[in-house]
């Protein structure tokens, strides 16, 4: 197996980009960042015969070279390749939170992607394909016996932890569910799927500090959507920091007047217990003259969108 491969292609497009915009950048910083590129692909060759030598050298890399993004995820995919499973995950992280540009971000993340979700055997697939089909005929308590016989095959696989704690979280075995994705998480916490999968159970314990660290993740590698900002302000108000969560709510109207869940949380903020009628009216109006074309916009599980239009019109009835 040629590893690094992907990574290569990236680099080799990175640097693609570095003589393209040369005429907007100083010489200097120019030269520093090929030269850095260079000694990037010269590590990645060598990590196919010296993984541990190539190791060494992307650590001075990141010392010398702390602004740039390609050691650090390097060196979390050489330490996955060797099993020093405990230093691959700050590394990928650190490395895409370092990625500025979009492409080259979404090049990484596919990159890390098919690098942590190999299989190593024809029977650890087969395994898996069985379980799965199972998990898509929402037979979990089955899909399970294949995918724990899987994971026993290869416990670093990322693809098979997330797909078991999936499972779990089927079966409403959630605390079960978290200590799969977790781990999943520990290798790779810049994949969308598992972070995702985290929220949703850190919510249904109602551990709101941990559903802020995971929307910041999500934040960090998803693209800016209203809804991610929407339940970061939700989880700072459950969270009792009333401050950021207005503030949140309050940028993503601005940024996304369209979006409506927000202008509902924050007029029933402001209106209930009557704290800023004005404020709340504003807002809750809004919200109700635009809410018959925006319903798919509604999605919460425990109210239907006519609960929540009377509750928006109750709270406007009781600040006149």
């Known amino acids: 197996m ?51 030598k190539a190791l060494s050298l992307l650590k001075n ?27 691959v995950g700050a590394d990928l992280k650190r490395g895409i939170q370092l990625t500025k540009d979009k492409e080259t971000k979404a090049q990484f993340l596919t990159s890390i992607e098919k690098e942590v979700t190999r299989f190593l055997s024809p029977e650890e697939f087969d395994l898996f394909q069985k379980g799965y089909a199972l998990i898509e005929k929402h037979e979990s308590k089955n899909a399970l016996d294949f995918l724990l016989k899987a994971h026993k ?26 200590e799969y994705l977790e781990k999943a998480r520990s290798i790779n916490p810049v994949n969308k799927g598992i972070l995702a999968e985290l929220q949703y159970c850190y919510v249904d314990l109602k551990n709101i500090p941990m559903v802020l660290q995971i929307l910041g993740d999500r934040l960090l590698i ?8 929407h339940e970061l302000g939700i989880a700072h108000l459950t969270n009792g920091d009333a401050s950021q969560g207005i503030k949140t709510l309050t940028i993503n109207v601005k940024e996304y007047p369209d979006y409506l869940p927000s202008y509902y949380a924050l007029g029933q903020h402001f209106g209930e217990e009557k704290k800023d009628c004005k404020t709340a009216s504003t807002y809750l109006t809004y919200f109700l003259k635009n809410l018959d074309k925006n319903k798919k916009q509604i999605k919460d599980p425990n ?3 006519d609960d929540i239009k009377k509750h928006a019109s109750e709270i406007l009835s009781n600040c006149k």
């Open 303 to 305: 109210f239907s969108v």
């Open 2 to 52: 040629n590893f690094g491969k992907n990574i290569l292609k990236t680099i080799y497009k990175t640097t693609l980009g570095v003589l393209v915009s040369f005429a907007v950048q100083s010489i200097s910083a120019q030269t520093k960042e090929i030269d850095y590129l260079t000694k990037i692909r010269d590590t990645i060759i060598l990590s196919n015969s010296d993984p541990s």
């Open 61 to 87: 890399l990141k010392t010398d070279n702390p602004e740039f993004p390609q050691s650090y995820i390097f060196s979390g995919l050489i330490n996955y390749r060797l099993d020093n499973l405990s230093e």
């Open 153 to 178: 095959l290869n416990p670093k696989n990322v693809k098979l932890l997330y797909e078991i704690g999936y499972a779990y979280v089927d079966l409403n075995y959630i605390e079960k569910a978290i």
């Open 222 to 229: 998803e693209d800016k959507r209203p809804n991610l900002f």
